[in-house]
Each structure stands twice: as C-alpha cells, then as structure tokens.
DNA sequence: TAATTTATTGCACTAAATGCAAGTTTGTAA
DNA sequence: TTACAAACTTGCATTTAGTGCAATAAATTA
C-alpha cells in the first residue's frame, strides 16, 4: 500500500484529517454492502447516506459518483501491484518480478472476502462494467510504469514493456474471467495463477518465435 | 461492414424498417454534430431531439444513454477489423492478416474526417473515456474471435490470439495516443502504421526470448 | 480567545432515465 | 378496400444522479 503504517499515520494526522478517513471509509463500506445485499442499481445515494450518516450533499463531496465507490474500494489491487514490482530484488528477471508481484497482489486481494463478491457484481452490473474496463487501463499503464521504473531502459524500451504489461493485464481478466465462471474447486489460488503463467509465457514465447520469422523474412 | 449493399437492404426493407433506421441515423447525426459544435456536456438531449426532430422519450428508444450515441457511432472501426479480418485469404499468416486488417479499418476510418474530432472529444470528455475503454476491450474479445475463426486452434490457441489480440489493440491505443498527442505532420497513416506494427514484432520477438529463457531455465 | 481555514449541511435546480398509457403509422390477411 | 394486429411515437409523471450556493459547525493556528 502507499499508506504508511499505522503509528506513523496516528502521529501525523490531525483530528480533522482522522474524521475524514472515517467518514470515507463509513461511505465505502456502508455502500458496498448495501450494494451486495440488494444491487448497485437498487441502492439510491439516499440510501447509502443514511446508512453512513451523512447528508446527501455530502456524499458527492467525498465520491464524484455513485460508480466511485465501488472503483475507489477496489483499486487497491493496483497499489498492491505496483508495490509489489517496486519491492522485488533489483537484479530479479522481468518475468520473475511479474510473476512474484502479481502473486503478491492476488494474495492481498482475496484476504478479503468480499472481493470476489465485488468482482461479480461489477460482471452483473452494466453501469460497473464501463468504469471497470478503466480499471484495466490504468492498471496497464501503471504496471508498465513500475516496470520501466526498475528498468531505466528508452523509448523502444517503454513501448516493450507496455505490450507486456497488455498481455499480462489481458491474462489477468482471462484468468477473473475463468476463475469466476468455473470457481475452480479443486485448485487452489496459487496453482490456478501458476497455470495462467505458464500459458502467458507459453503464448509470448510462441508468438515471438511468429514475429521473428515475420521480420527475417521481408 | 456488416450491412448488405444498398439494394438488397432496399429490397428487404419495409418503409417501417427503413424509417426506423433513418431515425436513428438522423439522431446519430446531428447529436454527433451537437457534441463537436459545443462538447459533450453542454449538449443536452433535448437539444438532440430538437435538432432530430423527435421526441425526448423517443431518443431513449434509440439509445440507452447519451454516451451510447458517440459509442454506436464510431463501433464502425470494430466492424470493419473484424470484416477485414474475414476478407483475408486463408493461406496468410497471422501477422500478415493483423497487418492488412489494420490497415483496411484505419483506411475506412480516417476517410470520414469527422472521426479524428470524435476521438478528441472522447479524450477530453470523462463520461467518454470509461465507454471507450470498453470499447477496447470489445474490440480485443472480437479480434481474438475473429482470429481464432480463421486458426481453428483448441483452447490453448484460443488464449495465445488472445494475449495477441491484446498486444495489437494496445498497440493501438498507445498509436492513437502518440497520433493525438504529436499529431504527425510529416507522416502519413501508412507509414505511421507501418512504423508502430515494426515496434510491435519487435517487442513481440524480444518478449519471445525472454519467456522461453524463463521456460527453459526451470 | 480570536481569527481562519476546512467540513458539513440544507435547499433549490438541472438533466438523465424509466414506466405507462394514449394515439399514430405500418403491415397483413380476409 | 377494409379491418385487425403489431410496431412506432409521443406526452406526462416520476425517480434519481449530480451541481451550485450560502449558511452553519468544527478544527486549526496564532
């Protein structure tokens, strides 16, 4: 997390800052359980206002939209990543910090159970779906930041390392999109993730191999 | 593009058909024509139907949002890869078909001059962006259908088009990017196309390397 | 404590989106 | 042609999301 522990943040936060935190965090959950009990679109802002206590008006002071709320809780899978990539030994492989990181990311991320329930009803849920897909964006160029951070490389380099973190983010909604439609019950997390690795790498080593040969040949 | 050639849709079409879809084309137009005069937001859909000469309530029986009026319009470019895709001759190899279908729906796309300033309008416009990424990632599930069509693989071929497809339509997110950002004076389409697909083997060739390194070092 | 910044709220307002029922147009089959 | 059914259009009422503004309350700083 990009959060410091929690003395540190104790110390430096003032009461007004504290309250804020509070009240955001009272929103988020409030909202996102009145999101799973009854629906996204059969939970009004009225709804979630009284639930947490605060005016109406207020909750636009702390969210832009309703839609927020739900991207807002889940970003933090983001920031897991990105830690994650920043945290891995300096001289680590590429494919082997993809591979701790996102280990790392998902580990964090089903701790809470509740993920995997977001995770349905933003495939249920329309107006969730746009917004998600923005998710995925970002998450594209952010991881291939965190790995041209640790790489230093140029501008061919950045272009490189955006088509990997495509095909990984791509593999990472696959994998969701798997994982969901056939809750693996005899696998477990990890090995599930070790499978799609093994694909990922099996498909980028394939293809290379394609656009070698394209590019010898002309 | 999906449509037949004007006289069977004259033939097959009832004057009800016919108007319905003149209504819509109407609506379509003079939205889109509303959003580049005076953006997005400042463009109500009363404004819409107005100009349409239509109903407020019937415009929500054409569309289901505003938003979805911009989404419609320019879904065109996904028809026409995916038709390129089709139009191939069977015998092409992979690459060569990402290659010549790119160029055929870039070719289709820039031809209406209108298309450039929609995809400004959507970069500067928040309600848009998120619909757009959607777009994206339908236009890499259809690329990755359309490839596998061609391919015939079994499953694990089916993943491989798909890391694939999303290397190509990131590649094409981030041209697009680099295109708008620097719009490139000296350049053609061509040879900006040309360039990026050059980039792209590239990386796809050096990834290559690096994951069957990675698969053979364990 | 006084002054200042920041947070919260209520109120009024615009605009998107939906449901419903009444009226109109079009297609079809006797 | 006529008559009937299906599809299309519309107006009206209603709900809800989201914004701007001004007044109040709380926390910070001096």
């Known amino acids: 997390m990009a959060d410091l522990p929690g003395v540190d943040v104790a110390v430096r936060e003032g009461r007004r800052e504290r309250k804020r935190r509070q009240t955001r965090e009272r929103i988020e959950n409030e909202a996102l359980t009145l999101f799973l009990e009854r629906g996204f679109d059969n939970t009004t802002i009225e709804d979630i206002t009284e639930a947490a206590d605060v005016s109406k ?3 636009f002071d702390y969210f832009p939209s309703k839609e927020d709320v739900v991207a807002a809780w889940q970003d933090s899978f983001a920031s897991e990543l990105i830690d994650a990539v920043a945290a ?15 280990n790392a990311a998902l580990h964090a991320a ?8 977001v995770a349905v009803l ?13 998710k995925y964006a970002k998450l594209e160029r952010k991881l291939a930041d965190a790995l041209h951070a640790r790489c230093r490389g140029d501008h061919k380099e950045r272009f490189r390392l955006s088509v990997l973190a495509a095909a990984v983010v791509s593999m990472l909604r696959i994998g969701g999109e798997r994982w969901n439609d056939a809750p693996q019950e005899g696998t477990s997390l990890e090995d599930f993730a070790r499978n799609m690795f093994d694909e990922l790498w099996g498909a980028l080593a394939d293809l290379g191999v394609h656009a070698q040969q394209y590019l010898s040949d002309r």
């Open 57 to 59: 008006r207020s909750f």
């Open 88 to 102: 891995q030994p300096p001289d680590a492989s590429l494919v082997n910090v993809i591979e701790a990181a996102i």
């Open 110 to 117: 089903i701790s809470d159970p509740r993920h995997l329930a």
């Open 122 to 134: 933003i495939r249920d849920t329309p107006a969730l779906r746009a917004r998600d897909q923005l």
